[in-house]
């Protein structure tokens, strides 16, 4: 099965994300290619462009946005059921709490609808 | 919604962790079975401590070092851990090679029997268990229980580490035969009612993924991965609504996996970039051919039957052959295909008897098209199969 692992920030602290945690999730990305389970990831730049339809009117905006609630990075990760993935994400998610105090996000797991 | 499951959750590390675990107690105490007992041992109390303390912040180093000390426990009650120790002293220092490559390759030994190998990679690799590795070879559960025993018998003769540089393209072969026979185990069901048994390829692709990562200088490995990918990408388009087959030509390829398709691409290209390609590398540059052409009539036909050339050239086989008279019957017509297919040494294939058939009608030779379907349905063992050839010989 297929799933599309989503990461969002929520609060952003004032430190820069430290060297040691990308060091961390370099890690983690390694382990899971080497898994098989890893099949496409990207991190996301910050919003360009919103296209929205609210009672029946079509309002195009460009950015860029300031939102403190930001979708940063995704990664789509192939395994066996959804407890594999969310425990990817979890993995994923107690790197960013245990090296970058004060920051806050969540990350979704949602099954793919193919295979 | 609500709290995860601890058991889910323990399960899931399982599998996630299992191989590496068995692979590090594997190591350190040269015994695969043993090693895989141990990791069972840690992976029980696991279910037992993990409910009541929350799961560690390391779950993998808590499963390998519990499995570590179940492992010495057991030598201890045996009385040669005193001895195992010593030997330990003598041996060198191990060198820092990847475990879950030594296991892999050990896994897949020679000295092992083809199926004891298939079944001892599913369950140490894969963490399948007898129950499903029998269920996905269609064989009763004792019979896969005798095969791993044998394998495991046959592997304590068997030094645990990677092959030395002169062994190594033998025993790298056999492990790329495993996954390869694994996929294809799954791919094309020799027998029974179901077409494709998508979890046994799934498990084969994530193995090549593993080997790949593991060995990104290897063509083969590359070549073997990229094929995989290819191969699954096109897993959804070739079953119909009903269970039935869809061969190639009529296949919706609006279906076909891109993700894979990509990712196979990108291996393929990995493995040409290393400056020779292999048995596998030229079987995933033909299945390349066909990803890369939007509709049937787009494939290039001539560039699949050079291909097929040097494919026989490196690896021949009477299969190969027929595959490449299907090409060249494409690239230059059935009668230049069937002058390939009647010099092959293939009585009693099923394919052989379709492939003919296919060339005979569209020479136009309708009633000995119908002759050669006929014995393709009679042949097979596969029931899909043989629905679609009888209705190819009315």
Redesign the interface.
Known sequence: MRYLITLTRTAQPETPPPAELMAAIMQLGREA?????L??QSGLSAMAGQVEVVGGKLTVTDGPFAEAKELISYA?Y?V??A??A???ANRFM?LHRDMWPGWEGVSHVYPLM?? | MGPADPIRTIEAVWRIESAKVIATVARMTGDIGLAEESAQDAFVLALEAWPRDGVPDNPGGWLTTTAKRKAIDQLRRQGVYEEKLRELALLPEPSPEPELLTLIFTACHPDVAVEGRLALTLRLLGGLTTAEIARAFLVPEPTVGQRIYRAKTALRKVPIELPPAEELPARLASVLEVIYLIFNEGYAATAGDSWTRNDLCFEALRLSRVLAALMPSSSEALGLQALLEIQSSRLAARVGPGGEPVLLPDQDRTTWDRLLIRRGLSALARAESTGTLGPYGLQAAIAAVHARALTFADTDWARMAALYQLLAHVAPSPIVELNRAVAVGLAEGPEAGLKIVDNLKLEGNPHLAAVRGDLLERSGRAEEARAAFRQAADLTRNAQEKALYERRAR
Not at chain 1, 33 to 37: C, M, P, R
């Open positions: 290619t080497e898994s098989g389970v099949v496409d789509i192939e066996r059921d407890a594999e969310v425990e990817w107690k193919t295979f």
